[in-house]
């Protein structure tokens, strides 16, 4: 028999250039948040009522601390930018994802063992204009797959077991 505590999760979201962690006092902003590497996955989930994909990436506080959840729009600029600067690690330690804004637009730095992250694809595949009921609009299927290919290399380089 083994004895053990769930841990639970926080969720977090990005808004605006600042990590939100909702509370029961109101919404808490961050920059930046760290932990070890434990899993990235997709989920759908309700959006203005739609049904519309999220990427979680799950990372922990050191010593079998806190489970923190990012929770990322599938396709946004972000999503692609951390799972590609991931991508670039050799090896995972300690993460740390910050964000901030810069114009209109949400960015996010990545390190990993304290070292900045470059993107490892500087090229991503381009967008593709297809017709849709005789209006041109721009198809990102091509470089979603090519994301979430490089969503599998990273989590193929998870060492850590989430407690």
């Not at 909702?22 to 959006?47: D, Q």
């Not at 600029?77 to 910050?98: D, P, Q, T």
Request: charged share 30%; hydrophobic share 35%.
């Amino acid at each position: 028999m083994s004895l053990g505590t769930k841990q639970n999760k926080t969720f977090l979201n990005i808004r605006e250039g600042k990590i939100i962690k909702k509370g029961p006092h109101g919404e808490e902003a961050y920059t930046y948040v760290e932990g070890y590497l434990g899993a990235i996955y997709t989920r759908e989930r309700e959006f203005k009522g739609e049904r519309v994909p999220y990427w979680y990436i799950d990372l922990q506080e050191p010593s079998g601390g806190e489970i923190y959840s990012l929770s990322i729009p599938y396709s946004s600029g972000v999503a692609k930018s951390i799972l590609n600067a991931l991508a670039s690690a050799e090896e995972m330690g300690m993460v740390k994802i910050e964000v901030y804004q810069r114009g209109e637009f949400t960015k996010a730095t990545v390190y990993n063992k304290g070292q900045r992250l470059p993107w490892k694809y500087p090229q991503l595949p381009p967008l593709e204009e297809i017709q849709v009921g005789g209006r041109t609009v721009k198809d990102d299927t091509r470089r979603m797959e090519f994301i979430e290919q490089i969503a599998r290399e990273v989590t193929d380089k998870i060492n850590f077991n989430l407690i």
